[in-house]
């Protein structure tokens, strides 16, 4: 099971890579205000997997995760470890570069979800209450995998966890979020 898990890892980070450098190409003057590591797809991998395998546990679910779910869960992945990091923090002038994570949550979510451009289909004033919803989300679960992240161990090792019935409850409405404005009439 165990190689299972980082064969899963490693096939999917490429995915949130090349979303991030997507997004980094296409906005101008982002990539000097935010670093976005070489090690941050992976990491996004793993957070994604740790929280869609207890998710399935928590639903007593076996079947493979529809793209609703693949999406809540890796907006959820990207809220909580927050890969694009701000130069300087103190001073983020840029409005790309504050909401660089949450526009990033919504541009692998939308990879999931449609063949629609969500970003470009709202307008920003709409899309900027998703991008602060999407700042508030927190997950402690991930926390002991943050931590050893930030201590430089081996997060590697760390192939579950356990979510609270709060964190089921929090992706069950990011599924349902991400359902509607993937699916709202324009």
């Not at 982002?30 to 990491?43: D, I, K, R, T």
């Not at 694009?84 to 983020?92: A, M, S």
């Not at 990033?104 to 979800?113: E, F, G, Q, R």
Request: aromatic share 12%.
């Amino acid at each position: 099971m165990a190689g299972d898990f980082r064969a899963r890892v490693l096939k999917r980070s490429p995915h949130f890579d090349s979303i991030a450098q997507a997004q980094l190409d296409r906005v101008p003057h982002l990539g000097s205000a935010v670093v976005f590591s070489a090690e941050a797809p992976l990491l996004l991998s793993q957070a994604y997997f740790l929280l869609s395998d207890a998710f399935k546990t928590q639903r007593n679910q076996d079947s493979l995760t529809d793209d609703y779910k693949k999406a809540a869960i890796s907006a959820v992945s990207i809220m909580t470890l927050r890969p694009f990091v701000p130069i300087d923090p103190g001073n983020v002038q840029l409005n790309a570069a504050y909401f660089a994570n949450p526009i990033y949550a919504i541009a692998v979510a939308n990879s999931w979800l449609s063949d629609r451009d969500l970003l470009q289909n709202f307008p920003f004033d709409y899309l900027r209450r998703f991008y602060h919803s999407l700042l508030r989300i927190r997950m402690p679960s991930l926390e002991p995998f943050i931590g050893c992240i930030n201590s430089n161990g081996d997060y590697r090792s760390i192939e579950s966890i356990s979510l609270t019935w709060n964190e089921v409850e929090d992706i069950d409405g990011w599924i349902y979020k991400f359902w509607l404005l993937a699916n709202q009439k324009q």
